[in-house]
């Protein structure tokens, strides 16, 4: 039998998305919808039209997602504000976002931001020398074309793990389209056998920022994740079995 509107588990429930017109933004808005969430989008003005397909159901602002005023407004009366963080423009654009959440998202709210492997929160994580050659590469294109701040998305985090709030920041393996594969497995540590194949469907990964709202064990915790179906996934389980 289908749950009642009162039964789905985001009845009553407002959900703030910082970032909503991206791809993953757009998969998180579809899943907490599905789980009957009210939902409020902020993303820039010249892409409020790719929300088109939910415009008569969720409350979209159009502005830059480090628009003090703006995030203020949107995260207002919110149980949790999920926020994609992108390095983006050399203007601070990333932890200009991550400030305004943390500074304006009501206190107890869940706060649960996405990033890449790349950011590490205490060094332990134990990279690949193909992650940390791209990661190198990208570093120096950045700063050469100069409209990609890849430390500005370390600053993000780091002033988020600072931070007292109900934090989690979402550590995304490589991403690809597809069905989902259900909820992605994680680890604290990049390196951990079990996400070795470092490949999660975006759509799953939008399904773990969606989870993690009522998931106490990820509380001011920053998970690497990967796709529960991969290879490294199914043998950490039947290791596991
Ligand atoms: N791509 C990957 O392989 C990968 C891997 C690991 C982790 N991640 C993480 O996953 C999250 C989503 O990344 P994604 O690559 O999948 O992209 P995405 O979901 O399509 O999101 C891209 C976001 O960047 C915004 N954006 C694009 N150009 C911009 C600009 N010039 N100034 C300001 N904002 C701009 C987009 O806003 P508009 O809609 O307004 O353009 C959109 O909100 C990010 O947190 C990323 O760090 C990605």
């Not at 409209?147 to 709030?165: G, H, K, P, W, Y």
């Not at 680890?187 to 470092?198: E, H």
């Amino acid at each position: 039998m289908e749950p009642t509107a009162n039964e789905r588990p985001g009845a009553g429930r407002r959900v703030c998305v910082v970032g909503a017109s991206g791809k993953l933004g757009r998969y998180m808005v579809g899943h907490l919808l599905d789980r009957g969430f009210e939902v409020v989008g902020v993303c820039r003005e010249q892409s409020v039209h790719k929300l088109d397909d939910y415009a008569d159901r969720i409350t979209v602002i159009g502005a830059q997602t480090d628009d003090r005023a703006a995030v203020e407004r949107a995260v207002e009366g919110c149980d949790a504000v999920l926020t994609v963080l992108v390095p983006w423009s050399m203007g601070h654009y990333a932890s200009g976002t991550a400030q305004a959440v943390l500074d304006y998202a009501r206190p107890g709210a869940r706060l649960v931001f996405s990033c890449g492997w790349h950011i590490t929160r205490d060094g332990k994580d134990v990279y690949s020398w193909h992650l940390r050659l791209l990661v190198a590469t990208l570093a120096r294109l950045a700063k050469v074309i100069r409209v990609v701040d890849l430390n500005d998305q370390i600053e993000a985090c780091r002033r988020i793990f600072a931070s007292d709030t109900s934090w989690t920041v979402v550590r995304g393996s490589d991403l690809e389209e597809g069905p989902s594969e259900g909820l992605p497995v994680w680890s604290r540590r990049v390196g951990d056998p079990v996400l070795a194949s470092n490949r999660t469907r975006r759509i799953d990964y939008a399904l773990f920022m969606v989870a993690a709202i009522d998931d106490e064990e990820l509380v001011r915790e920053a998970p690497a994740i990967n796709g529960r179906l991969t290879e490294s996934a199914l043998a950490h389980a039947a290791a596991k079995a």
